[in-house]
């Protein structure tokens, strides 16, 4: 079987990515970081495949994207779209946010997270996940 997790040859790219976090990263991972969110294990800065997702729950193959203000414009939104749903193909389910939405009300971000987590927790592997980030 192909492997498709943190590919050695990201390794540079993911660790510059750690250290280089947006205000809105760093506030969620406040959140995500040791299990805090429903017992949980979430990634930072996780390699699925040639991609790298901000956040990553490998128990419930959660993928969580924040979108700041390089992801404004139709053609970003469109690349965007194309990357999801090349990683969808592993099972993967997304949840995004914009920055705005992190930074401007981080408490209601976590509890879409958390009902997301928890409707996940709940459902067989092939039920599909609640839409989320839509605040």
């Given at each position: 079987?192909?492997?498709?997790?943190?590919?050695?040859?990201?390794?540079?790219?993911?660790?510059?990515?750690?250290?280089?976090?947006?205000?809105?990263?760093?506030?969620?991972?406040?959140?995500?970081?040791?299990?805090q969110?429903?017992?949980?294990?979430f990634?930072?800065q996780?390699?699925?495949?040639?991609?790298v997702?901000?956040?990553y729950?490998?128990?419930?193959k959660?993928?969580?994207?924040?979108?700041?203000?390089?992801?404004?414009?139709?053609?970003?939104?469109?690349?965007?779209?194309?990357?999801?749903?090349?990683?969808?193909?592993?099972?993967v389910?997304?949840?995004?946010?914009?920055?705005?939405?992190?930074?401007?009300?981080?408490?209601?971000?976590?509890?879409?997270i958390?009902?997301v987590?928890t409707g996940?927790?709940s459902?067989?592997?092939?039920s599909?996940?609640?839409?989320?980030?839509e605040?």
């Open positions: 079987m192909k492997k498709i997790f943190n590919l050695k040859r990201q390794k540079e790219k993911r660790q510059y990515l750690r250290t280089h976090m947006t205000k809105a990263e760093i506030t969620l991972w406040h959140n995500l970081k040791a299990k969110l429903l017992g949980h294990k990634r930072r996780h390699g699925i495949d040639e991609y997702v901000d956040f729950c490998p128990e419930l959660l993928a969580i994207e924040l979108d700041g203000e390089s992801h404004i414009s139709e053609d970003a939104k469109l690349n965007d779209l194309s990357r999801q749903q090349h990683i969808e193909r592993y099972g389910r997304f949840l995004r946010f914009t920055d705005d939405e992190v930074l401007g009300n981080p408490d209601r971000v976590v509890k879409t958390e009902d987590v996940l927790s459902t067989t592997p092939s599909p996940p609640p839409r989320g980030g605040l």
